[in-house]
């Protein structure tokens, strides 16, 4: 029903920047909430922002705050995550997901992209 698509993903520096893009097809998406989650090797897959399509509410995870900002484009139904000030510890599997509850937990996102690997060096 619909498909996401993760890209933008590779190899930065400590303190570079990349912009991850989700693509939604399928079907519009401008009743849902798009987030963001990221999963290293051994640790459990955690939030990292979110942004509600009609009207443009986010949220972002304290740990990158102030680093990291969600944005969407109607036309291209497609989500943004400009990362900025990358650290090390920011190395994972990002993943966009896609569900049509607000407020929404991790358990109710109903699609769920491949994943683009993300990795910071020191």
């Known amino acids: 029903q619909v498909q996401l698509v993760e890209s933008g993903g590779g190899l930065v520096q400590a303190g570079g920047s990349l912009r991850l893009s989700c693509a939604a097809s399928?079907?519009?998406?401008?009743?849902?909430?798009v987030g963001w989650f990221r999963q290293a090797p051994g640790i459990e897959r955690e939030f990292v922002s979110n942004?509600?399509?009609?009207?443009?509410?986010?949220n972002y995870a304290d740990s990158v705050k102030g680093r990291f900002t969600i944005s969407r484009d109607n036309a291209k139904n497609t989500v943004y995550l400009q990362m900025n000030s990358l650290k090390p510890e920011d190395t994972a599997v990002y993943y966009c997901?896609?569900?049509?509850?607000?407020?929404?937990?991790?358990?109710?996102?109903?699609?769920w992209g491949q994943g683009t690997q993300v990795t910071v060096s020191s």
């Open positions: 997901a896609a569900g049509n509850r607000w407020p929404i937990r991790r358990t109710e996102y109903d699609y």
């Open positions: 399928g079907r519009t998406i401008s009743n849902y909430v």
């Open positions: 942004i509600k399509w009609s009207g443009g509410t986010t």
